[in-house]
């Protein structure tokens, strides 16, 4: 992959936005990209964390977030929320995203989309910025993706000032997609490790969904399975009769009661700092 570069508009001359729009883009990124109505309703975790750190970091604060931008025809899907930031969006699509292109680009093509371009392409274990000049780094939904596991860490640990913090989010539950590059789940406790190897303190993690929820979610990648003449009528048996009873036994039963130390959730948030 060559070297980061900057594309013409910097981070921070691009305008502000409205809470109306910024409403706007987050129910397009719930109805059209996450869909989390009907196929991943654990994403409602992500995008709530992103509204909340960009709500709550001081104007100015340089952000850097790696996420996976060419899918989506070259824009951030979370550069709107941190509009009042210093915010970095780091394309780390693999080499091998090149051929299949932007197929995601549909979904965004949406009046409510607030379509701020990715900022730099680059590997996400050498990015190829000033170490200890981060606030923030965030990796939504891409941890999975990175085969050097120690590299990305590291360059996390490098990135972020010394007090600076880091988020993560990642799936448990997820079929194997993108191939080839999909390499591994981390449990909480994995990322724990992680993340003191690298000199870093994990503080906590915020779990998403539940069995039920699991369930549910199967159930939507198995109806790809079925011929199209079978598969709108196992949707409608689906939707219309199932997802909103398991959605509504996610909610009101949260917690093992055989099995005291087990717990099944779709999702988790990691929150993590850099020592001061």
């Known amino acids: ?6 594309k013409s508009r910097e981070p921070g001359s691009r305008g502000k936005f409205t809470d109306a729009q910024l409403d706007g883009h987050q129910r397009m990124l719930e109805e059209r990209v996450f869909q989390v109505a009907t196929k991943w309703p654990h994403f409602k975790r992500l995008l709530a964390d992103v509204r909340e750190l960009g709500h709550g970091f001081p104007k100015g604060a340089r952000v850097v977030c790696m996420e996976r931008s060419l899918l989506y025809g070259g824009i951030s899907l979370f550069a709107p929320f941190f509009h009042r930031q210093d915010f970095v969006s780091i394309d780390c699509s693999p080499g091998s995203a090149e051929a299949r292109g932007a197929y995601n680009k549909g979904m965004v093509e949406d009046e409510r989309c607030l379509a701020v371009p990715t900022t730099m392409r680059a590997r996400p274990e050498r990015t190829g910025l000033p170490a200890a000049s ?3 780094v965030m990796v939504p939904n ?3 993706h990175v085969p050097d596991q120690h590299g990305l860490f590291a360059e996390i640990a490098r990135l972020l000032k010394p007090g600076a913090r880091g988020y993560i989010f990642e799936p448990l ?3 194997l997609h993108q191939a080839p590059d999909d390499y591994l789940r981390y449990t909480p406790w994995g ?9 870093m303190v994990y503080e906590r993690f915020e779990p998403e969904g539940g069995p039920f929820q699991a369930i549910g979610y199967c159930w939507t990648q198995a109806l790809e399975y079925f011929p199209p003449e079978k598969r709108a009528e196992m949707q409608r048996w689906f939707y219309e009769q199932h997802m909103p009873e398991l959605m509504g036994w996610d909610e009101a039963y949260r917690d093992n009661l055989v099995r005291k130390h087990t717990s099944f959730p779709m999702a988790y948030s990691i929150h993590f700092h850099k020592p001061a």
């Open 191 to 199: 990322f724990e490790r992680q993340i003191a190897e690298a000199g």
């Open 142 to 144: 891409l941890v999975h």
């Open 134 to 136: 981060v606030d923030l």
């Open 173 to 175: 539950v997820r079929e």
């Open 1 to 6: 992959m060559n070297s980061p570069e900057r």
